[in-house]
Protein backbone atom coordinates (compact mmCIF):
# COMPACT_ATOMS: atom_id res chain seq x y z
CA UNK A 1 0.00 0.00 0.00
CA UNK A 2 1.42 3.49 -1.17
CA UNK A 3 1.45 5.86 1.89
CA UNK A 4 -1.20 8.62 1.87
CA UNK A 5 0.83 10.96 2.71
CA UNK A 6 3.36 12.72 0.37
CA UNK A 7 6.76 12.66 1.75
CA UNK A 8 7.22 16.33 2.25
CA UNK A 9 4.61 16.09 4.71
CA UNK A 10 6.55 13.52 7.04
CA UNK A 11 9.89 15.86 6.34
CA UNK A 12 7.91 18.88 7.50
CA UNK A 13 6.60 16.75 10.40
CA UNK A 14 9.56 15.34 11.41
CA UNK A 15 11.17 18.98 11.25
CA UNK A 16 8.82 20.59 13.79
CA UNK A 17 8.93 17.87 16.24
CA UNK A 18 12.76 18.01 16.30
CA UNK A 19 12.86 21.66 16.46
CA UNK A 20 9.90 21.67 19.24
CA UNK A 21 12.00 19.09 21.51
CA UNK A 22 15.12 21.66 20.24
CA UNK A 23 17.29 18.18 18.57
CA UNK A 24 20.29 19.60 16.65
CA UNK A 25 19.31 20.44 13.02
CA UNK A 26 22.31 18.46 11.95
CA UNK A 27 20.84 15.31 13.63
CA UNK A 28 19.78 12.24 11.21
CA UNK A 29 16.78 10.63 11.24
CA UNK A 30 15.63 8.61 8.45
CA UNK A 31 11.71 7.51 8.25
CA UNK A 32 10.92 3.92 5.84
CA UNK A 33 7.34 3.15 5.49
CA UNK A 34 7.24 -0.99 4.78
CA UNK A 35 4.98 -3.69 3.54
CA UNK A 36 3.22 -5.94 6.30
CA UNK A 37 5.87 -9.12 5.42
CA UNK A 38 8.72 -6.46 6.27
CA UNK A 39 7.50 -5.21 9.43
CA UNK A 40 6.42 -8.33 10.52
CA UNK A 41 10.35 -10.08 10.30
CA UNK A 42 11.72 -6.74 12.08
CA UNK A 43 9.31 -7.45 14.80
CA UNK A 44 9.78 -10.87 15.00
CA UNK A 45 13.56 -10.26 14.80
CA UNK A 46 14.01 -7.07 16.91
CA UNK A 47 10.72 -7.49 19.90
CA UNK A 48 10.16 -11.43 19.24
CA UNK A 49 6.76 -11.15 18.02
CA UNK A 50 4.55 -12.26 16.01
CA UNK A 51 2.90 -10.18 13.46
CA UNK A 52 3.23 -7.04 11.93
CA UNK A 53 3.14 -3.45 14.11
CA UNK A 54 2.20 -0.18 13.55
CA UNK A 55 5.84 1.27 14.21
CA UNK A 56 9.26 0.40 15.49
CA UNK A 57 11.72 2.94 16.28
CA UNK A 58 15.72 1.93 16.34
CA UNK A 59 17.82 4.76 17.78
CA UNK A 60 21.46 5.00 17.03
CA UNK A 61 23.20 7.70 18.92
CA UNK A 62 20.86 7.98 21.90
CA UNK A 63 20.29 12.16 21.40
CA UNK A 64 17.89 12.96 23.70
CA UNK A 65 15.54 16.54 23.54
CA UNK A 66 17.77 19.79 24.31
CA UNK A 67 16.82 22.81 25.41
CA UNK A 68 16.21 26.46 24.10
CA UNK A 69 19.59 27.04 25.35
CA UNK A 70 21.39 24.08 24.86
CA UNK A 71 19.99 22.51 21.63
CA UNK A 72 21.03 18.38 21.26
CA UNK A 73 24.11 17.25 20.26
CA UNK A 74 24.52 16.76 16.47
CA UNK A 75 24.10 12.90 15.49
CA UNK A 76 22.27 10.39 13.89
CA UNK A 77 18.88 9.99 15.93
CA UNK A 78 18.02 6.59 14.22
CA UNK A 79 15.31 5.17 11.93
CA UNK A 80 11.16 5.02 12.41
CA UNK A 81 9.62 2.54 10.14
CA UNK A 82 6.08 2.61 9.55
CA UNK A 83 4.01 -0.17 8.07
CA UNK A 84 1.13 1.71 5.92
CA UNK A 85 -1.36 -1.23 5.89
CA UNK A 86 -1.57 -2.07 9.59
CA UNK A 87 -1.91 1.99 9.88
CA UNK A 88 -4.73 1.72 7.36
CA UNK A 89 -6.37 -0.75 9.76
CA UNK A 90 -6.18 1.09 12.97
CA UNK A 91 -7.01 4.20 10.77
CA UNK A 92 -10.36 2.83 10.06
CA UNK A 93 -10.87 1.14 13.12
CA UNK A 94 -10.40 4.88 14.65
CA UNK A 95 -12.56 6.65 12.26
CA UNK A 96 -9.77 8.64 10.91
CA UNK A 97 -7.64 9.12 8.15
CA UNK A 98 -4.75 6.91 7.07
CA UNK A 99 -2.62 10.05 6.75
CA UNK A 100 -3.77 11.29 10.42
CA UNK A 101 -2.44 8.19 11.43
CA UNK A 102 0.55 7.80 9.57
CA UNK A 103 1.53 11.65 11.63
CA UNK A 104 0.36 10.53 14.46
CA UNK A 105 3.05 6.73 13.90
CA UNK A 106 5.99 9.52 12.93
CA UNK A 107 5.61 11.56 15.78
CA UNK A 108 5.18 8.59 18.56
CA UNK A 109 8.47 6.89 16.45
CA UNK A 110 10.11 10.33 16.76
CA UNK A 111 9.84 10.44 20.91
CA UNK A 112 11.03 6.88 21.16
CA UNK A 113 13.97 7.75 19.51
CA UNK A 114 14.37 10.58 21.59
CA UNK A 115 14.12 8.12 24.91
CA UNK A 116 10.27 8.35 25.84
CA UNK A 117 8.47 5.34 26.29
CA UNK A 118 5.51 4.05 27.57
CA UNK A 119 6.25 1.16 29.27
CA UNK A 120 4.72 2.23 32.79
CA UNK A 121 1.44 4.39 33.71
CA UNK A 122 3.38 7.90 34.28
CA UNK A 123 6.03 7.16 31.69
CA UNK A 124 2.71 6.64 29.19
CA UNK A 125 0.70 10.15 30.29
CA UNK A 126 4.02 12.02 29.91
CA UNK A 127 4.67 10.34 26.44
CA UNK A 128 0.93 10.44 25.06
CA UNK A 129 0.89 14.30 26.38
CA UNK A 130 3.41 15.40 24.49
CA UNK A 131 2.55 13.11 21.39
CA UNK A 132 -0.75 14.98 21.08
CA UNK A 133 0.66 18.43 21.74
CA UNK A 134 3.29 17.59 19.21
CA UNK A 135 0.74 16.43 16.83
CA UNK A 136 -2.01 19.12 17.14
CA UNK A 137 0.59 22.13 17.31
CA UNK A 138 2.14 21.02 14.05
CA UNK A 139 -1.48 20.38 12.42
CA UNK A 140 -2.40 24.11 13.96
CA UNK A 141 0.40 25.47 12.10
CA UNK A 142 -0.95 23.77 8.71
CA UNK A 143 -4.47 25.22 9.37
CA UNK A 144 -5.73 21.51 9.91
CA UNK A 145 -7.32 19.53 12.74
CA UNK A 146 -7.36 15.88 13.55
CA UNK A 147 -9.34 13.13 15.31
CA UNK A 148 -5.94 11.20 15.58
CA UNK A 149 -4.07 12.54 18.44
CA UNK A 150 -5.68 10.91 21.43
CA UNK A 151 -4.01 11.12 24.87
CA UNK A 152 -3.33 7.56 24.67
CA UNK A 153 -2.94 5.20 22.14
CA UNK A 154 -3.39 1.60 20.85
CA UNK A 155 0.37 0.31 21.35
CA UNK A 156 1.06 -3.64 20.69
CA UNK A 157 4.84 -3.42 21.29
Same mark, same amino acid.
Given at each position: MPSALPEQEFQDLA???? /????????AELTITLVDTAAMEALHVQWMDLEGPTDVMSFPM???????????STEGILGDVVLCSDVAAQQAAAAGHSVADELLLLTTHGIL??????????? /? /?? /?MFD???TLLLSYLAQRGRTTSAAPAARRDRA
Open positions: RFVL /EAMHVHPADELRPGSHDQPHLLGFDHADEA /E /EK /ELQR
